[in-house]
């Protein structure tokens, strides 16, 4: 077994994501961590083209590129809306149903109405028939090509119309199973979450897949910086 990735106080680690709301999400909740993090764009690296068919596959790509290209250590994430109803799509392919026609960037009103219209299509029209889950995968990386994985889920339900302005994404339509909210309308602590100091290893983990994903990988990697 190759040995497991370690970082210590002081160190810069490259959160490889050229998604403003990723990258503002991940870089709070590693604020209070004795590191350095720098985003993607800061350190002048191209966004890969994400080919992987899996979450970890995406997730590999994006870290190891950022951890060879910068000589540190990297962090990414892939992430997505897989929807009971629509068998598991858009999956993997969650930004890629906000691409608009023309190239020129991402429509995620756009993205959510394409997920409702299927849904329609489908007949998912209670409840019950929106049933889906907020995946994130992180991955650690090094430069010499170790990986390591953080897993982070949340389920729930698709309402219509979008409701609130907050987050990013397709979370306007997204509540969290025992919320009568979605995450547009809650404010970023409430998704987030804290690690409790002095209970090293224990976290409230808050809602979101990404904030989960994330206090995985702190419980794991930062007890002690």
């Known amino acids: 077994m190759a040995d497991l990735i370690s970082l210590s106080p002081g160190d810069t680690l490259v959160l490889a994501t050229h998604n403003a709301g990723k990258l503002a999400e991940m870089t709070d909740l590693l604020a209070p961590y004795d590191i350095t993090v720098r985003g993607a764009a800061e350190a002048g690296l191209p966004e890969p083209e994400e080919t992987g068919d899996t979450f970890e596959k995406n997730s590999a790509l994006k870290a190891l590129a950022a951890a060879k290209a910068t000589g540190q250590i990297a962090l990414s994430d892939d992430s997505g809306l897989c929807v009971t109803a629509l068998d598991g799509a858009p999956g993997v392919y969650t930004a890629d149903w906000a691409e608009k026609a023309d190239g020129s960037g991402r429509d995620f009103a756009m993205a959510m109405q394409k997920v409702e219209t299927a849904l329609q299509e489908a007949g998912a029209r209670e409840p019950s028939d929106r049933k889906a889950q907020f995946v994130c995968l992180l991955c650690l990386a090094a430069p010499d ?39 547009g309308e809650m404010d970023k602590a409430e998704k987030k979450g804290t690690v409790r100091q002095g209970d090293a290893g224990r976290a409230d983990l808050g809602l979101s897949h990404r904030a989960r994903a994330l206090h995985a990988f702190i419980a794991a990697k930062l007890p002690d910086i």
Do not use: I
């Not at 390591?148 to 990013?168: A, S």
């Open 145 to 183: 090509g170790r990986t390591e994985f953080f897993p982070g889920m949340v389920d729930g339900t698709l309402v219509w119309p979008p409701r609130g302005e907050n987050g990013f994404g397709y979370d306007p339509v997204f509540q969290p199973a025992g919320h009568d909210r979605t995450f």
